[in-house]
């Protein structure tokens, strides 16, 4: 209890201290195989199969790495609970990646159970959630470091079916 008091406080810190990116050229893949691998044993335990899709390999992008692992862990967790949420049997999450121009657009794609079209205008508002749980921040936080980075993020969903988190971010060669 005390280390997810203190989870919640340090969320709750992340989301209202203003922090300036730290941005320089990392390889897109590295960051995601950085958050699965921060999440792998959840992953394992409950039974998810985690596909990341990215190509090509030597893509690089221009963020702070730190806080962009936080968004993928994030969104990592979600998809997990998702599912595990789901009545479906074979959990699925993948990251897949595209590049038009300079942007190169993230998918981040799980097969959980998805979100009432209601509440995805709500789904980055500071303290909202529908965890018994939860603190509402996570998605808060993601949205913040993705908006402070000057790039964008848009999410899909049916219910019962899956949910898509899709990040737009510039392309650094």
Do not use: C, W
């Amino acid at each position: 209890e005390v280390r997810k008091l203190n989870d919640v406080i340090t969320e709750f810190l992340d989301f209202a201290r203003p922090k300036e990116p730290q941005k320089r050229d990392v390889y897109l893949e590295e960051l995601i195989q950085s958050a699965y691998f921060t999440l792998e044993l959840e992953f394992e335990k409950a039974a998810v199969e985690f596909q990341s899709q990215v190509q090509p390999q030597e893509l690089k992008v221009n963020v702070d790495p730190e806080q962009f692992k936080r968004v993928f862990i994030n969104l990592f967790k979600n998809s997990l609970q998702a599912i595990q949420n789901s009545k479906i049997t074979a959990g699925k999450l993948t990251v897949t990646s595209s590049q038009k121009d300079e942007m190169v657009e993230i998918s981040i794609n799980d097969n959980g159970a998805g979100i009432p079209s209601e509440n995805i205008p709500k789904l980055f508002e500071p303290f909202f959630t529908t965890k018994e749980k939860g603190a509402g921040l996570g998605l808060s936080i993601v949205d913040k470091i993705i908006s402070d980075h000057g790039e964008s993020i848009e999410i899909h969903s049916t219910e019962g079916e899956f949910t898509n988190a899709i990040i737009r971010i510039f392309h650094s060669g």
